[in-house]
């Protein structure tokens, strides 16, 4: 089993950068993608960006340019860095991981979700 720790989030203006983490623990040898999915109120789940561990991504196509997903392999870590953020970014941004070696794959673990709300 794997476990995932998130953190980051909050509230920010429009324009405003934010930064996402999360650790996984456990069995972490048989993850090979991780990302970031979001859900916002009345809508259903997304996967913002992926990534494998060397690094091959997938970004959905509306953050693409103001959203960088990064790994840290050896601290088994995925960062979003969240830039020029509008308000439709507004969602519960869930950390994933999964087995799969497609970033935009399905994806097995989950993390416990946190609130990113961006006023205009």
């Known amino acids: 089993q794997v476990q995932l720790a998130q953190s980051g989030g909050g509230s920010v203006q429009a324009g405003d950068s934010l930064r996402l983490s999360c650790v996984a623990s456990?069995?972490?040898?048989?993850?090979?993608?991780m990302g970031w999915y979001r859900q916002a109120p009345g809508k259903a789940r997304e996967l913002v960006a992926g990534?494998?561990?060397?690094?091959?991504?997938h970004y959905t196509d509306s953050v693409k340019g103001r959203f960088t997903i990064s790994r840290d392999n050896a601290k088994n870590t995925v960062y979003l860095e969240m830039n020029s953020l509008k308000p439709e970014d507004t969602a519960v941004y869930y950390c994933?991981?999964?087995?799969?070696?497609?970033?935009?794959?399905?994806?097995?673990?989950w993390g416990q979700g946190t609130q990113v709300t961006v006023s205009s």
């Open positions: 994933t991981a999964g087995r799969t070696t497609n970033p935009s794959g399905t994806y097995d673990y």
């Open positions: 990534s494998t561990r060397g690094a091959r991504t």
């Open positions: 456990g069995r972490t040898f048989s993850i090979n993608v």
